[in-house]
Each structure stands twice: as structure tokens, then as C-alpha cells.
């Protein structure tokens, strides 16, 4: 059943711009559309998100997706919203890419279904490979004009004085190229619309006036809003750099917190854009988050839904355990079944001591645990204090002045967690 994919784009804050006639056009049976995606990573990162959920909901509204991996183009690079040229890769390199971007992109896209709408992958290197320049100038290049390639704005801003390193030639290039990948996928896959970031409307446009000028035809373009974050900083990124869908680059746990973390405003922007969620669940979610904005409901059910969707239930449950492991509401036990990278992203920025496996042997006292051996508590006087006060845990549990650390408390058989009061925590880390 074929549904109105731009209807769903408005209502979802996910629609930038579209070529007169889209809709239309989609509207008259099942239509083909892709999204280009940059394989110069082996993970796609959060900021991909948009193109890949626009993909499915076209697969959803009954219409077939093309994932185009830009192989070639990745061999380039893209001048839009860039401001230096980015580093080239080969091809083994890139191959090796596009295996584990297919992984990540089965969890949105049914590659697999019997159905005539089941979503294809493409690297636009399996055609660009054997183009020889000669032939590509000849063919290609003589149809769209130096005037028309400059007036885009993703090359003007690289050729004004804000860039101090100008435009390569290969740069410059590179809408011609993604220009062929839409006259392609026309001709060879009766492919009609591409789809993506508002900064990509040049690049698209390019290559609906080759499928005009070259394959006679029509094709269409449509743009999502680039996401934004309500207080400036930009999506996506955090201290350490990007957010990856890669549970080895960006653990499940520090992915839930990210989404956990968004601000009320852009909560209710994203879990219309990231999720699957109907517009009456939505609407009945932001009603109850205005009542009790305390409650994070928005949040919790934004970060819930994509967790999942990215990773796991198992994944998510673990991510939640984790959290609750800051906020006292955990065991030892607890403790103990979290691997060390998010055991170590748990306590990222807690202060730290290593000390020798041979310490623990005949047992660490508190007292060297505490201050002697670690300066966690600045004496062994306070240190002492402490204890008779039972404010000291270790791996969240109560322990008294005659208590001694062993081999049995490590956790994945490197940590120690000690504790002061609810908030404050100390890792002894053991080599």
C-alpha cells in the first residue's frame, strides 16, 4: 500500500525543499529514489541518520530505496559545507567500507524482501571505474557549462576569501561526478529522485539538468533540513568527536546517553525525525512532557526507541543498567556485568590510580586504598573519618576500616570502584 511520503516528510520537520511536481510524481505508482552516502568511514555516525531514515520511510510509503555509496566520490571529495579537501582512500579500503555500512544499513532497510520495493545497495564505483577522462569530458562534461557549475553555492563559498585554500580541480569536479550517478541510476535503474541535505541541492540539481540535456527525461530533487541543535553546538558531535552507529567506535552506553542528554526543545524536533513513532504517539508524548517536563519523558522515549534500533533491546537494557550505576540505584553485582569499555566510559573523567596486582594478593587496606597508596581522600586521618562515618563503598557496596581489597573485588579483572557519600567516585585501576 502506497502512502504520501511527502506528507510524512512535512509533518515530521524532515522536508527542506522540493522540485515542483514531486509529490505528483510520486503519487502516480512506486517511484525510485536514492540518498548518497560517504563510505570513507567503516560506520556510518548519527549525522547520516536523516538520509537513511528518509529511506525508509520511502520504502514504508511503498516506493524502492537505492543506498548509493559514493566510492568514486569518496576517492574526491565534496567541496559542500566543507572547508579544506578531505583525505582520499583506495579501493580496498573503501570495499572494505561498504560490507560494514550494509550491516548498519539492514537495520533500516530491507534488502532481502521478495517485494519489487526491497531496497538496493550501489557503489557509484562499479561505473566510474572503467570512465577514462577523456570520455568523461567528452560525454559529460561538454554538457554542463563552467558558468553553471560556479553559480552553485557549495563552490563559491569555497572560491571566496572565507577559504584560504581555495578549490582543487577534483573538488570542483565532484558535482559533475554525482551529477552522472543520478543520470545513471536514470538511465539504468529508471531511479527519478534524488534525495538529500539541504547543501546537496546543487549537487542534485546538476544532476536532474544532466537527466534533461542527456537522457531526455525529468528527474526530481528533494532536500531535508540540516539538523541543528537548539544551543548551537553542532549535532552530532560531542567532546570526543563523532556519535558512530559502530558499537566498537561509540559504546550502546554513551550512545543512549546522547540522545538521553538533548535539551526539551530539540527532543521534540528528534524524536520525529528519528523515530518510527506515529504522529498521535508523538503528539501524545509532547503533551505529557509539557505537564511534567522534569520527567524527560521525550528523552527517555527518543533515546529508548533509537537505541534499539541501532543496537538492541539486550543493548539498551544494558545502557539503562549502566546509567542507574551513577545514580545509586546498583550492586556490586551490578557492577560486575559491565564490559570495561563501558565500565570505563561509565566513569569517564573520574579520577584515577593504578597500583600492582601483587598489593591485593595479601589484601589492600582501606586506609592505603583510600589516601597512602591513591591521594583519593587527601589523609589517612580523613580517611578514617570516613569509614567511621560509613560513607565508603566499594563497588557500591558499605565496607568498614577492617575491610581489605582482593583479587575477588576486580571488576573484568582490572577495577576497583571506590566511593565517597553518592557522588563521589575514585577507579583504582590494577596492572
Known amino acids: 500500500m502506497r502512502t504520501n511520503f511527502v506528507e510524512e516528510l512535512k509533518w515530521r520537520g524532515m522536508l527542506h525543499d522540493a522540485m515542483p511536481g514531486t509529490e505528483e510524481h510520486l503519487m502516480t505508482g512506486m517511484q525510485s529514489a536514492y540518498v548518497g552516502i560517504d563510505p570513507t568511514a567503516d560506520s556510518l555516525h548519527i549525522g547520516h541518520l536523516v538520509g537513511v531514515m528518509m529511506l525508509r520511510h520511502f520504502q514504508l510509503a511503498g516506493h524502492k530505496p537505492y543506498a548509493l555509496l559514493g566510492g568514486a566520490t569518496g576517492m574526491i571529495g565534496d567541496p559542500s559545507g566543507k572547508s579544506e579537501e578531505r583525505n582520499l582512500l583506495d579501493e580496498a579500503t573503501l570495499r572494505l567500507n561498504q560490507e560494514a555500512l550494509r550491516a548498519q544499513l539492514s537495520r533500516f532497510l530491507d534488502f532481502d524482501s521478495e517485494d519489487e520495493n526491497a531496497a538496493i545497495l550501489v557503489n557509484n564505483y562499479d561505473w566510474m571505474k572503467d570512465f577514462s577522462f577523456l570520455d568523461f569530458i567528452r560525454d559529460i562534461g561538454k554538457h554542463i557549462t563552467v558558468n553553471y557549475m560556479m553559480a552553485k553555492d557549495s563552490v563559491k563559498k569555497r572560491l571566496s576569501a572565507e577559504s584560504k585554500d581555495g578549490m582543487s580541480f577534483t573538488e570542483f569536479t565532484y558535482q559533475l561526478v554525482q551529477g ?3 543520470l545513471h541510476l536514470y538511465q539504468n535503474n529508471n531511479c527519478t529522485l534524488q534525495m538529500g541535505g539541504s547543501d546537496q541541492w546543487g549537487n542534485i540539481t546538476t544532476g536532474t539538468e544532466l537527466i534533461r540535456r542527456i537522457g ?12 541543528t541543535k537548539a544551543d548551537g553546538t553542532k549535532f552530532g558531535k560531542t567532546e570526543g568527536g563523532n556519535v558512530w552507529l559502530d558499537a ?9 546517553q546522547y540522545w538521553l542528554n538533548t535539551s526539551d526543545t530539540d527532543a521534540e524536533k528528534y524524536i520525529k525525525i ?3 513513532l506515529t504522529k498521535e504517539e508523538i503528539d501524545g508524548l509532547i503533551s505529557e512532557h509539557q505537564e511534567s517536563p522534569h520527567l524527560r519523558v521525550l528523552q527517555k522515549r527518543l533515546a529508548d526507541e533509537i537505541t534499539v534500533m541501532v543496537h538492541s533491546q539486550e543493548d539498551l537494557d544494558n545502557a539503562k543498567k549502566a546509567s542507574n550505576i551513577l545514580f545509586g540505584r546498583s550492586t556490586s553485582e551490578d557492577l560486575k556485568t559491565l564490559d570495561e569499555k563501558t565500565f570505563l ?3 569517564d573523567g573520574v579520577p584515577q590510580a593504578n597500583i600492582s596486582k601483587s598489593e591485593l594478593e595479601s589484601g589492600l587496606d582501606m586506609i592505603g586504598a583510600l589516601a597512602a597508596k591513591t591521594g583519593f581522600l587527601s589523609s589517612n586521618g580523613e580517611a578514617r573519618r570516613e569509614l567511621k562515618q560509613n560513607s565508603i563503598s566499594v563497588n557500591k557496596e558499605k565496607v568498614k576500616d577492617d575491610y581489605m581489597i582482593t ?5 573484568n579483572d582490572r577495577f576497583v570502584l571506590l566511593q565517597k557519600g553518592r557522588r563521589n567516585y575514585f ?5
Do not use: N
Open 180 to 182: 552522472y550517478d543520478f
Open 216 to 227: 531526455g527525461g525529468k528527474g526530481y530533487a528533494l532536500t531535508c533540513p540540516l539538523i
Open 248 to 256: 566498537h567506535r561509540t559504546s550502546p552506553y554513551k550512545f543512549y
Open 274 to 276: 528519528f523515530t518510527f
Open 345 to 347: 566510559d561509565v566513569f
Open 407 to 411: 583479587s575477588t573485588d576486580l571488576i
Open 427 to 431: 577507579v583504582l585501576v590494577v596492572e
